[in-house]
């Protein structure tokens, strides 16, 4: 949906700079000297109470002293100060509002209420506002040409859309895109947030032709479930890319649950963004060089790498990054071989990497780079070029773009070569992408084909929905408000949501064993239940492979000891059917408070605390992500069956991780599950679960802006 709201904010006709001032190096001049610096378009009007003019523009007592409409006010008055001239902007009607003054939500509660005041009145007229406490706004479109921050770095006109929720990390960030010749569509520093979020800015240029990659800097979500349904939807059609600072501050949640303990809070929030198609970057640096390749190259079609070079060792290193990112050396055809021996000398390599050898001329990298970008089985070229003695670094570059040019794939280019070269490219945003290092462009590279595959998913799967006894389940979770369910209320909600289990029985007593083992039929498995026992087998109360009704009750008498030195008091016995068959999985819940429930599936038992081999997913999960993550974990061979062994039953785990997707999307009440083992059979009918832990617990409540 298209977001015209902050049209007066990014294309106003004309803009009132309160506060502006005479006083050079202060933030009042500099502002008012960039607009004029960047030439916008419009009308600019300071207000400057105490001055007649200001930078040879004729200065107004107050806003409403203005004949003339006025679209956007930027102001940067003293914060006393703030409220007051709010009011008169939204008596004056203007448009738009951008609040640099500090001292707000940032410095308190005091603030946080001037903050909110503020705010309701703004919305309240209808007006957006960007801040406060922020650096500006820039819309580098020459239609508009406004640059209304007070940064000292001017901004070129591009594709790229930034946001940023530091003002001064802002600055630098103008300084990095400048340096490397990117150009932007808007730049927001958001400040506080209080109005404008980062959520309204996905909607923004989710329908702005001009911008084609989406940058953010972030330290905080304000609503990360918004935040995730529309970039799930914007990023159906441009990348997001997000350098996400800080950790959750709600992420600490029981370690006692496997699921809790592994996802710690910047891995669910590297999930959620991941899940939603947003690529995210450690480092400004690491997220333009991703930004610069998704902006000028097509995405590609695939994870197979062609690389070309003049030098062996940048070519291994670059080989050495693509794999280890996960990316496949291409293998070429032998048709573009022959064609690469036909004009490359005999001592070039002709299977990938390709290498031209140091004699390689600015030609033979273009020829070189159209066979290989020509062969189907190549989704993507790396052309690295250390400066030799003869060619031009210029020459090969416009080489490579040349062959770049009709190859529908992405091309990257590596030049190792002189600062004065990156100083004279910068100015030429025709070429492909141009990285310094190897390293650098694979990581580029592997980001965009992340993306791409994520891109290359059907977008509208069908998610199915399991008939189930949904009040049956609510009726136990009423019982008690916290904490973990009594084992056999888990084993019950299991059942009630399809989950095969194994069959049991809650005994009181010793005395009761005999008949309930009968009843379940041997071999049985003993478990003591005890407040807080959360790992059975560490304190000896679990037993399992017992045939007969003796082998019971003397396993009871061993397990009533153990529980006892552990301090644990003994509640009661269950019993349960001994699986036979299978392989020890894990599935999961675990709830953000934020960005709510994450699923897991791992390798479970005793494996999981060792090898951590498990897979995220999120709500709502289509059956294409289920399987993806159980085809994701390094052991899914084990499942498969190795040296002979029956492949488990895929489809039931499966429909077991999707029948818990549906259990927390109903029942959020469920903060925690962990079902560890679940036992992986070769036949759908013999797999079961054989332990389960429930938390129960309020529902995050949802806070508001983002
Ligand atoms: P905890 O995780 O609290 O130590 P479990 O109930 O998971 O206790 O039991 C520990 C291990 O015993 C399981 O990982 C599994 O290998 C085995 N086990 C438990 N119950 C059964 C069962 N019903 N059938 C087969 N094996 C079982
Ligand atoms: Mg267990």
């Known amino acids: 949906m298209a977001n015209t709201s ?6 106003p006709r004309s803009v009132a700079v309160i506060g502006a001032s005479r006083k050079r190096d202060s933030i009042g001049f500099s502002l008012l000297h960039n607009l004029i610096l960047q030439e916008f378009q419009g009308a600019i009007y300071p207000v400057n109470p105490h001055a007649g003019v200001v930078h040879s523009l004729k200065a107004y007592p107050s806003v409403k ?82 640059n209304a921050t007070f940064a000292p770095v001017p901004a070129s006109p591009g594709s790229i859309g930034f946001v940023s929720q530091s003002g001064a990390l802002g600055v630098a960030i103008l300084n990095v895109a400048q340096s490397l010749g990117i150009g932007l569509t808007q730049f927001v520093s958001m400040g506080n947030k209080a109005d404008v979020s980062g959520n309204d800015l996905l909607e923004y240029w989710e329908d702005d032709p001009e911008t084609r990659v989406i940058c953010m800097y972030l330290e905080s979500f304000g609503n990360p479930r918004n935040f995730t349904q529309i970039a799930k939807r914007v990023s159906r059609s441009k990348p997001i890319l997000v350098v996400k600072s800080g950790r959750t501050e709600e992420g600490a949640r029981a370690a006692s649950s496997h699921t809790g303990a592994i996802a710690g809070a910047d891995l669910t929030v590297s999930t959620f963004l991941s899940k939603c198609g947003v690529l995210r970057a450690n480092t400004i640096d690491d997220l333009f060089n991703v930004a610069r390749a998704l902006d000028r190259c097509p995405l590609p079609e695939g994870n197979r790498v062609g690389i070309l070079t003049n030098a062996g060792g940048p070519a291994i290193m670059a080989t050495d990054a693509c794999v280890n990112l996960g990316l496949r050396m291409a293998e070429l055809s032998q048709q573009t071989r022959d064609d690469l021996r036909s004009f490359l000398p005999t001592e070039a390599s002709v299977s990938n990497p390709v290498d031209m050898i140091a004699s390689a001329s600015a030609k033979q990298y273009e020829r070189a780079l159209k066979c290989i970008a020509a062969d189907s089985g190549v989704d993507a070229v ?18 490579v773009a040349q062959g770049a040019k009709h190859a529908g794939k992405p091309v990257l280019a590596v030049m190792m070569a002189t600062e004065e070269f990156y100083e004279t490219i910068k100015s030429q945003p025709e070429h492909p992408p141009v990285y310094r290092f190897p390293e650098s462009a694979a990581r580029a590279l592997a980001s965009i084909e992340r993306y791409a595959e994520w891109r290359r998913r059907p977008a509208e799967e069908s ?30 909600v299991l059942a009630l949501y399809g989950i095969p289990t194994v069959a049991w029985r809650r005994v009181a007593g010793i005395g009761e064993l005999a008949a309930a083992a009968t009843d379940i039929g041997f071999p049985v498995v003993l478990k ?38 552990a301090g644990y008091t003994l509640e009661g016995w269950l019993l349960q059917e001994m699986a036979l068959e299978g392989h020890e999985v894990i599935f999961g819940i675990s709830t953000d ?16 605390e060792v090898f951590r081999d498990v897979r995220f997913g999120v709500t709502p999960l289509a059956p294409s992500e289920a399987d993806e993550m159980i085809h994701g974990i390094r052991g899914f061979k084990l499942l498969e069956g190795v040296r002979g062994e029956p492949s488990a039953d895929l489809g039931i785990l499966r429909e077991t991780l999707l029948r ?44 508001e802006g983002a």
């Not at 189930?468 to 904490?483: F, H, M, R, S, Y």
């Not at 304190?539 to 009533?560: N, P, Q």
């Open 593 to 608: 408070p934020k960005f709510g429930p994450l699923l897991m599936f791992g390798l479970g038992g005793k494996y999981v």
């Open 660 to 703: 818990l997707a549906q259990m927390t999307q109903r029942h959020p009440r469920i903060l925690e599950l962990d079902m560890n083992p679940f036992l992986a059979a070769p036949h759908a009918e013999q797999a079961r679960a054989v332990d389960v832990r429930i938390r129960i617990g309020q529902p995050s409540a949802q806070s």
């Open 528 to 565: 003591a239940i005890a407040p807080d026992l959360v790992h059975k087998s560490d304190v000896g109360a679990v037993r399992v492979g017992l045939e007969t009704a003796d082998a019971v009750v003397a396993a009871a008498r061993e397990i009533e000891t153990s529980v006892a030195t």
């Open 463 to 492: 998610i199915p929905v399991f008939e189930v006894d949904d009040e049956a389940v609510e009726a136990i979770l009423d019982k008690q408000k916290t904490g973990y369910l009594p084992p056999e209320d888990a084993m019950r």
């Open 6 to 11: 902050l049209d007066p904010i990014f294309s």
């Open 65 to 146: 002293a203005i004949d003339d409409p006025v679209d956007l006010a930027v102001i940067m008055v003293p914060k006393t100060y703030v409220p007051e001239v709010v009011d008169e902007c939204l008596e004056k009607g203007v448009r738009g509002i951008v609040v640099i003054t500090a001292g707000f939500a940032e410095i308190g509660a005091e603030g946080a209420a001037l903050e909110r005041q503020i705010r309701d009145r703004v919305r309240a007229a209808g007006v957006r506002m960007v801040g406060p406490n922020c650096m500006g706004v820039i819309n580098a479109d020459p239609a508009v040409s406004l």
């Open 382 to 399: 790396l052309a690295i070029n250390v400066t030799p003695l003869l060619a031009s670094p210029y020459d090969v570059l416009e080489a």
